[in-house]
């Protein structure tokens, strides 16, 4: 149905969280975004230049170090759909979605959460939970589909120090449609 899924936004996310580098702790950020505005969490950093051999289109990434080596992120992906699948209610699309972005990683596909809204329009969660480098880390997928485009939002923690369900909520709840 779709081109593809945008589970490499999964993957590009916890390859961040090994990313060396310094904090900032200046307040919330307002990020414009390509169709939306949204908050990130206090003290998080543009960090777009991790993304730049991504071979997807990354509109915004934002990363926290957590401590020296490990940073929480987001990354917030958007990927124009054919017209026959834009015209479908998101609920139609999270499956396909949900299911690819877990076979990307390499993980059982978990259940869809409770249904929720971004901005207004219906939006589908779910949380992969996995090891990689020794390290247990939370990934939370957050899809909506507006005006034929889908965008993927994905915050990774790590579960020692797991805030993700708060810090998707920040940027969430921050969102508004241009």
Known sequence: MLRRTLAPA??????????CGGSDDAGPTTIDGTGYRTTTPSGWTDARKLAAKATF????????????QIRDNVIITRETVPASVGDQPIERLEPEVRAGSAKTVGVPTPPAEAP???DGEPARTWTFRREQDGKRIVQRQLIALHRGVLYTVTLSSLAS???GDGLLRTV???WDWD
């Open 10 to 19: 999964l993957l590009l996310s916890v390859l961040a969280l090994t990313a």
């Open 57 to 68: 289109d990354v509109d915004r990434f934002y990363a926290k170090v957590v401590d020296k």
């Open 116 to 118: 929720t809204t971004l």
């Open 161 to 163: 120090a797991d805030k």
């Open 172 to 174: 969430a709840e921050g």
